[in-house]
Structures are given as C-alpha cells and as structure tokens.
C-alpha cells in the first residue's frame, strides 16, 4: 500500500524559498529511490530530483543549484528545499519513487500533491 501526503507549498514571490515535506507510508521507503515531480497547468509532469538510499542525488538542469532533495529513512520522510524561486516554477508538486516505471508497476499511484505559485 501507498500513501503520500506532501505539504508545504504556498505563495511566495520571486527569489523566495520554499520547503516542501513528503510523508511517505511506504513499507518499502528505505528500499527505493525517491523523487520530487511537478506539473504545471497545460503542461506534462516533470521529475525534478532524484534520491537514492544511500543519498545519492540527481536534479534536473531546469532546479539543479537552486532545489536540494533530501530524505530521512527512519522517519519515512522526503524534502526538497527551494531557493531562488521563479515565476515558471509555478506549479503543483508532487513526491513519489523515482522511476516512473515502479510508479506506473504499483498502479500508478499519486498523492495529493502541494500548490507552489511563485508571484509577485
């Protein structure tokens, strides 16, 4: 079984910062690779950042030096810090396995996701 509950978006202008959480009830959390995505209005979802078991990371030119993603095994949790935000990451956000292929295996499973609108 899947749960995702992700939070912490919000409005925010532009060169703001954000941290958006994913609680992540996985019974195999500590055994996947995670990610963040977004999808913007007309627009199809994105993988932005990527975060293996052991820390390994991987970001997207379009966030890479402004997102940082980051994971905590014990609590199930999933982060992804952003600086430097810009009107185009308007968007809503989502957390889940970092291999579309897995997600689409599991049934295709997504949370609610977290609203971030970069306005001034």
């Known amino acids: 079984q899947v749960q995702l509950v992700e939070s912490g978006g919000g409005l925010v202008q532009p060169g703001g910062s954000l941290v958006l959480s994913c609680n992540a009830s996985?019974?195999?959390?500590?055994?996947?690779?995670m990610g963040w995505y977004r999808q913007a209005p007309g627009k199809q979802r994105e993988l932005l950042a990527t975060?293996?078991?052991?820390?390994?990371?991987n970001s997207a030119d379009s966030v890479k030096g402004r997102f940082t993603i980051s994971r905590d095994n014990a609590k199930k949790m999933v982060y992804l810090q952003m600086t430097s935000l810009k009107p185009e990451d308007t968007a809503v956000y989502y957390c889940?396995?970092?291999?579309?292929?897995?997600?689409?295996?599991?049934?295709?499973?997504w949370g609610q996701g977290t609203q971030v609108t970069v306005s001034s």
């Open positions: 996985i019974s195999v959390f500590r055994t996947r690779a």
């Open positions: 889940n396995f970092a291999s579309p292929e897995y997600i689409k295996a599991r049934g295709d499973y």
């Open positions: 975060i293996a078991m052991d820390g390994t990371i």
